[in-house]
């Protein structure tokens, strides 16, 4: 359910709200931005007493949330969140890069890439320490010694991190090192990782499982949500699907539906979504049409020597003119780069 208070409801009036519902077994949360004061009401309490809130003083209307996930729900909040890291906005006006490339090797590789990536307009840089390989015999990702490299490097270079976690016991680690934690594909249902990002200061980005449903998908958002860290943004990488010319299908009807059903910024990561270097700008290009509010982009400084993933790895002057690319798009649409 979620309740709008009205404008001139008192602070008693609100509390009786709320003490009502706490002594259901219900969790009130209230919803950023306003007046109106808007409250969701979540947890497993009993069928939440909608027409009896309705009547209660102070309160202007009462709704059922019909989706399954309640606070990353546009019943919850109409206007797309906007989470902020410096002077960068996601989900703002302005489209957001996201670069750099998929494991941290060394300083010559970071230093080359970050540069190159910032000159072309990415304010994030994307980099693995921690690496979730299909073999346990590949290579793993450098740790906390990459995390302190790419740090170093990123400062450097005027770029805010983004780096992937793989288990809850690596947050104080993480949180050390890097702006936004990414949750990967493969972790997407990590119940016990989202659960812990909920208490977490910084922003939470959660990659859309290899085969979960954008309902699947949303419900991990509100897994790190329901534990009070609201700066949470959803990535569309592509999904499991029977064609092989490519190593997955961008599903952008998820991009649009993600849009509608939910007010957390999506990202879209053409990189993974394709696995071919070439097939990056086109779905990096549309990604920005449907309406993605920024991109995750691996690039490198020498794809045939990258340790992995060199093959979907854009090198930088193709970032650089995919990029110009990108700014027009995003004006087309109303936006910027
Ligand atoms: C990555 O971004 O480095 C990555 C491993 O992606 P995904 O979790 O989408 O496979
Ligand atoms: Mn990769």
Known sequence: MVITLRPDATPEQRSAVEARLRGLGFQLVQAEGGPPVVLAVVGD????????????PGVAGAEQIVSPFKLASRAFRKDTTVIRLGDVEIGGPSVVLMAGPCTIESEEQL???????????????????????TSPYSFQGLGEEGLKLMRRVADANGLFVISEIMEKSQIPLLDRYVDIFQVGARNMQNYPLLRELGSVERPVLVKRGLSATVDEWLMSAEYVMSGGNTRVMVCERGIRAYETYTRNTLDL?????????????????????SGVRDKVPPLARAAIAA???????????????????????????????????????????????
């Open 253 to 273: 009807n998820a991009v649009a539906v993600a849009k509608s059903l939910s007010h957390l910024p999506v990202i879209v990561d053409p990189s993974h979504a």
């Open 111 to 133: 230093v080359r890439t970050a540069s190159a990536v910032r000159a072309a307009g990415a304010r994030i840089m994307r980099g693995g320490a921690f690496k979730p390989r």
């Open 45 to 56: 309490g009993s069928v939440p007493p909608l027409a009896e809130i309705r009547a209660m």
């Open 291 to 337: 309406g993605a509010d920024g991109l995750l982009i691996e690039v490198h400084h020498d794809p045939e020597q990258a340790i992995c993933d060199g093959q979907q790895s854009l090198y930088p002057e193709e970032f650089a003119a995919l990029s110009a690319q990108i700014r027009a798009i995003a004006e087309a649409v109303g936006r910027t780069l």
